[in-house]
T-cell receptor
Framework: SAVISQKPSRDICQRGTSLTIQCQVD?????MFWYRQQPGQSLTLIAT?????????ESGFVIDKFPISRPNLTFSTLTVSNMSPEDSSIYLCSGKGNYGYTFGSGTRLTVV | AQTVTQSQPEMSVQEAETVTLSCTYDTSENNYYLFWYKQPPSRQMILVIR??????QNATENRFSVNFQKAAKSFSLKISDSQLGDTAMYFCAFMKPASYNNNDMRFGAGTRLTVKP
């Protein structure tokens, strides 16, 4: 299965600033996704990262707050914009293969 | 829509003993995949085991095995000879096959497993 490198692994950010998270896949995946995970909770899908076009967002998530890029099949970024303490969470990227999903190692974001 | 239910928010087990984590799901599909993922404090989601619904034989990976009951829509995970490194959140997940155009992975709420020395 694919291996996904995600960075940064953690960051502490000031409110009102933005953070960009990157994911690099070592092989092609059919789709890439971004999830948010509150501590002790399950994963919530933010959006599907579409190659060369606008991402598809789930209810409750908007492009202005979480702009996503996917310039090619193996790379994607998620930006958390104009951060507030409520954005403190773990963010995970994922790649979909034929037989399941592979995940990045996650980014723990703390907004102060 | 598919749903995945993990009814045990937390469990604990003594080192070297056996523990079983429960998972049930709801679907009208006949063909699908089921997964158990492990998420240790490092946050990495690690695939533990995968089961194809069309296979009657239960999947096994070393100390990890599943009890797949298709008619009952049950997919439990058994961990034998528990080790301290098994301490983690465990997520049960369901996926429809061959649907390349959408996100079709559904996760349960997770079970926090603690292995005690």
């Amino acid at each position: 299965s694919a291996v996904i490198s995600q960075k940064p692994s953690r960051d502490i950010c000031q409110r009102g600033t933005s953070l960009t998270i990157q994911c690099q896949v070592d092989s092609q995946v059919t789709m890439m996704f971004w999830y948010r995970q509150q501590p002790g909770q399950s994963l919530t899908l933010i959006a599907t990262a579409n190659q060369g076009s606008e991402a598809t967002y789930e209810s409750g998530f908007v492009i202005d707050k979480f702009p996503i890029s996917r310039p090619n099949l193996t790379f994607s970024t998620l930006t958390v914009s104009n951060m507030s303490p409520e954005d403190s969470s773990i963010y995970l990227c994922s790649g979909k293969g034929n037989y399941g999903y592979t995940f990045g190692s996650g980014t723990r974001l703390t907004v102060v | 829509a598919q749903t995945v239910t993990q009814s045990q928010p937390e469990m604990s087990v003594q080192e070297a003993e056996t523990v079983t984590l429960s998972c049930t799901y709801d679907t009208s599909e006949n063909n699908y995949y089921l997964f158990w993922y492990k998420q240790p404090p490092s946050r990495q989601m690690i695939l533990v085991i995968r089961q194809e619904a069309y296979k009657q034989q239960n999947a096994t990976e070393n100390r990890f095995s599943v009890n797949f009951q298709k008619a009952a829509k049950s997919f439990s995970l058994k961990i034998s000879d528990s080790q301290l490194g098994d301490t983690a959140m465990y997520f049960c997940a369901f996926m429809k096959p061959a649907s390349y155009n959408n996100n079709d992975m559904r996760f349960g709420a997770g079970t926090r497993l603690t292995v005690k020395p």
